[in-house]
């Protein structure tokens, strides 16, 4: 069983159809939550995003699912975090200003600099997304 954590934000339904497409014909149901439960009743959970960082964090604790998540993350649960998911993973974020993240992943998330020497990194530029 894999939960996929409904906190309002972005790509929520392709990421349920992909996880559907995939897993469903093994026999493995695919469940959205979004209210704070025990996530150990599922075997691995989703946070996926879609959007800005400071808006996802705050719906995520305001929706009292950043508790779980983080109860199934100190339970050795395996956690999925889909672009803007996989951020909120890290300490904290400077996206559109200065916001604490779940600090289950020691880092921050950066934003790349304006200029071309900001986009370099060992001595190759860096392609922004």
């Not at 808006?55 to 649960?77: E, F, I």
């Amino acid at each position: 069983m894999i939960a996929i954590l409904d906190y309002g934000v972005g790509n929520l339904r392709s990421v349920y159809k992909a996880f559907e497409t995939v897993a469903g014909p093994l026999g493995i149901p695919v469940d959205i939550v979004d209210k704070p439960v025990d996530l150990l009743r599922w075997r691995a959970v989703v946070l996926p995003g879609q959007g800005a960082f400071g808006d996802s964090v705050d719906n995520l604790r305001q929706q009292g699912l950043d508790r779980p998540l983080l109860d199934a993350v100190n339970a050795g649960l395996p956690v999925l975090g889909i672009c803007v998911g996989m951020q909120l993973l890290f300490d904290s974020s400077e996206e559109m200003g200065q916001y604490e993240g779940l600090h289950i992943i020691p880092g921050a998330v950066r934003r790349f600099g304006d200029t071309m020497a900001d986009l370099q990194h060992a001595g190759r530029a860096l392609r922004v997304p």
